[in-house]
């Protein structure tokens, strides 16, 4: 099986040899030698030869016959050929005889083609010269002219056209190595003339943004103008005395600075008609970035140029964004700023809308969005410093003419209206701040005394600053008294002014008509819960306040509550938004008044209670004294003071001088609150003094005076000092006091033991604590006193009577405590 496989291999490297080229045969050979059969393979080569050789043989043979036939056959014509040669040679002989002539007319006429067309290149060549040499020279005069432009496109043609045509000759060399250089140094000139420009406009966007926001400012006058009158006006301004009128300028030009001529970029515009503001394309001659741009678009630079400009333009939006230190302190740094930053963008503006991608809308907006940002950030430090609210008011108008003016040209302005609305809370502040001090002057100038008329005109004049609706007062005759103090009208005026000032500010900031209806109400309900309320507060509690101003502020209190929906009117006339139009937000001037009478109220108790607490501290008890006859007791010196001082006080309270009749109910319901607070602060204190603890030791005769003392304030309280009380209302305020001291003085301890908790009990307001504690102190007055009658039944007696009474109210405080 092994030998039929190598002879198939050998027969296949026989075929592969006989078949391949003998350069790519060594591989073959190869694989003969690596074989383990070399001998018999070698065997088969000399047979395979060997039957070659054979075949070459019988080929030769074959083939032998026609081979001789050829020769034969050659060797006949090649006598006939030496015949043909001899021929051909006599042939040619006679012919370059015959063609000398011919050949002799021949070179002329070559001679004359040659000359003709070397004539003919030179003129064709100085054709194609003499426009090189033409361009050349027209080049010259632009690049000398500074048509740079022009040049540009020159330059190109003989570069691209001229040149290649004219051919290689030594001028066209030194044409061809000069054009580089000229197009670096169009390219230097007017990259230099663009620097120029970016200056220029660095310099002068104050300017340009000055005349944009005029012009702005203008328009809206304008639309103003015709929403007022739109069917027509019978005398017409010219356009400049609209802008002056709206800018605060003269009509002669002089409000801004005229430019000069020679600024490159910058035009002058002084000439132009009166009538006509110029915007910033006639300010602003854009000629120097249409040239470079089209100066490097033809270079093949227009990405390079577009990279400088909006990079520089970036790096002059920083310096322009950047306000100075100082801009809080006047309007017109906020105005110098607002200026530059709309003549920036209005310069970019004009490059958007007149070239082809220098600038594009992406670009612009990513400036716009950088720029607010930080001049939202700037508006809001420097306004922060600002604490005088007109000038916050006009800083407001500013910024409104600001967003209009670059709203018109397209950019999103809502986030200033957003930062002027967070403005309006800081401006609020400002004003209460303001009206704060307002307030505190109105009220400490006040004499606190009702204001008198002696004729109509005087009484209108109040009325029309008050609205005060009093029929009955109307009818008395003059002279008369209003029954307000001078700060009624005044604070009232200066409610309406503080209206005023927070409506000027919401407008022209496109709010609806319910959105400043609110803002105004809010501002007036912090201005009433926090600067009136407040300087009513320091009013009432300041030092040395009387009783009858007291009461004053309570009347001028009233007459300012009552005046709250003339308030409420005024607003809604003013925002044009009904007082009961859903979710609409009501004043608290009703609150704020009312709690400032109460506060009065309780200083007038808190004041007759202090008065009261002198005339007690003069009291001097005898706390030892003997009993004596009740009968013949007089009530104590400092008492009899007090009610006296009581007395003239509610006479005061309700006859106050110049106070009509009909405005007394008021301070009569003050004056019975007053004069039931001032007996229970009596009875209250009379009753401290008897529990107080620094007093040990109470005899009966101490009782007796105390209880002669509590009549004269009973007696006090039966007269009605303040009418208006029903019955012996008054009496209950001494109540407590009267029953303790007639369980002592009358010593009926078996009736309060046995009916205690009984709703009929006669001592119904009497507390075991308090009679066990006086009890004590009685005690120990009789312990002291039998020291030397231990001996006398009647002492002792006393004494176990008050010991086991003492027992019964301590077991009876234990049952109730169970």
């Known amino acids: 099986m092994a030998s039929v496989e190598t002879a198939a291999e050998h027969e296949r490297i026989l075929r592969e040899i006989e078949s391949t080229d003998t350069n790519c045969i060594g591989p073959t050979l190869r694989s003969v030698y690596d074989g383990q059969e070399h001998g018999l393979f070698m065997e088969k080569l000399d047979i395979r030869i060997r039957n070659h050789d054979r075949e070459i043989e019988k080929m030769c043979n074959h083939h032998f016959q026609g081979f001789v036939d050829s020769i034969t056959e050659l060797l006949k ?75 540009l496109r020159t330059l190109e043609q003989l570069e691209q056209t001229c040149l290649p045509r004219a051919g290689q000759y030594r001028f066209c060399s030194i044409m061809a190595e000069n054009i580089p250089k000229l197009r670096i140094q169009i390219r230097d000139t007017a990259m230099s003339q663009l620097r120029d420009f970016l200056e220029s406009i660095r310099k002068h966007s104050d300017k340009i943004g000055e005349t944009a926001i005029k012009q702005a400012q203008l328009q809206r006058s304008l639309d103003s103008s015709v929403s007022i009158q739109p069917h027509g006006v019978t005398g017409r301004r010219s356009r400049k005395e609209v802008m002056a009128a709206a800018t605060g300028t003269d009509s002669d030009g002089q409000g801004g600075s005229p430019v000069s001529e020679q600024d490159s970029g910058i035009l002058d515009v002084e000439d132009e008609e009166e009538d006509e503001v110029p915007g910033a394309q006639d300010l602003v001659d854009f000629s120097p970035v249409y040239r470079c741009l089209h100066i490097y678009t033809v270079l093949g630079l227009r990405d390079e140029f577009e990279n400088y400009y909006r990079k520089q333009r970036r790096k002059q939006a920083r310096l322009v964004l950047q306000p100075h230190s100082n801009m809080h302190e006047t309007l017109e740094g906020y105005r110098r700023y607002f200026n530059q930053i709309v003549g920036f963008f209005v310069v970019e503006d004009h ?19 950088l ?11 420097h306004s922060s410093y600002c604490d005088d609210p007109d000038l916050v008011l006009d800083l407001k108008n500013l910024i409104v003419l600001f967003a209009d003016t670059l709203q018109g040209y397209g950019f999103p302005v809502s986030q200033l209206f957003d930062m002027l609305l967070e403005m309006r809370e800081q401006y ?18 006040d004499n606190y005394s009702p204001i008198p008329v002696s004729t109509e005109q005087e009484y209108r004049h109040y009325t029309s600053q008050f609205p005060l609706q009093d029929p009955e007062l109307e009818k008395l005759p003059f002279p008369k008294k209003l029954p307000f103090s001078e700060f009624v009208p005044k604070v009232y005026c200066q409610l309406k002014e503080f209206i005023y000032a927070c409506l000027k500010y919401s407008e022209d900031l496109h709010l609806s008509s319910t959105e400043v209806d609110d803002m105004i109400r809010k501002s007036t309900n912090l201005l009433l819960t926090r600067a009136l309320s407040h300087c009513l507060q320091y009013a009432i509690k300041k030092k040395n306040v009387g009783l009858a101003e007291l009461v004053q502020v309570i009347i001028n209190t009233t007459h300012l509550e009552q005046s709250c929906h003339f308030l409420e009117e005024f607003i809604s006339n003013i925002t044009n938004v009904p007082p009961d139009t859903a979710n609409a937000t009501k004043l608290y001037g009703t609150s704020t008044f009312k709690d400032a009478r109460h506060a009065a109220e309780a200083e007038i108790y808190t004041n007759l209670n202090a008065k009261i607490d002198q005339f007690l501290q003069l009291a001097d008890y005898d706390w030892l004294a003997s009993p004596q006859g009740g009968e013949n007791l007089s009530a104590s010196d400092y008492l009899v003071d007090l009610i006296t001082f009581l007395r003239s ?61 509590v009549k004269e304030c009973e007696s006090f309280a039966r007269a009605s000092p303040v009418a208006g009380f029903q019955g012996d209302t008054l009496l209950l305020a001494f109540s407590d006091l009267r029953q303790l001291l007639e369980l ?75």
């Open 649 to 709: 006080t509610f006479s005061v309270f309700t006859n106050l001088p110049g106070r009509p009749v009909d405005h007394a109910t008021l301070p009569g319901k003050v004056a019975q609150t007053a004069c039931m607070s001032a007996c229970k602060h009596i009875a209250t204190s009379l009753m401290q003094l008897l529990l107080d603890p620094e007093i040990r030791q109470i005899s009966m005769g101490a009782l007796h005076q105390l209880n002669t003392d």
């Open 351 to 369: 490059i958007l809308h007149t070239t082809r991608g220098l600038v594009n809308r992406a670009y612009v907006e990513e400036l716009w969005e």
């Open 744 to 818: 002592f003085t009358q010593w009926d301890w078996s009736t309060y033991l046995a009916d205690y908790g009984k709703p009929t009990c006669k001592y119904l307001r009497v507390n075991p604590h308090t009679a066990l504690a006086l009890l004590e102190k009685m005690k120990e007055t009789s312990r002291k006193n039998n020291v030397f009658a231990q001996f006398r039944k009647i002492d002792r007696d006393r004494q176990k009577l008050i010991d086991t009474v003492i027992k019964q109210l301590r077991n009876l405080i234990a049952q109730h405590h169970n």
């Open 371 to 381: 720029a607010l940002s930080k001049i939202i950030a700037a508006l809001r430090t």
């Open 77 to 151: 014509v090649r006598g006939e050929a030496q015949k043909l040669k001899c021929q051909v040679i006599e042939t040619n002989r006679r012919l370059q005889d015959d063609g000398k002539e011919l050949i002799g007319a021949m070179e002329e006429l070559q001679q004359c083609r040659v000359q003709q067309r070397n004539i003919a290149t030179t003129i064709d060549k100085l054709t194609h010269c003499l426009p090189v040499l033409e361009m050349y020279s027209r080049l010259q005069e632009q690049m000398r002219t500074k048509r740079y432009y022009p040049a």
């Open 428 to 445: 609020g502040e400002i004003l209460l701040k303001r009206w704060n001090i307002t307030f505190r002057q109105v009220l400490d100038q």
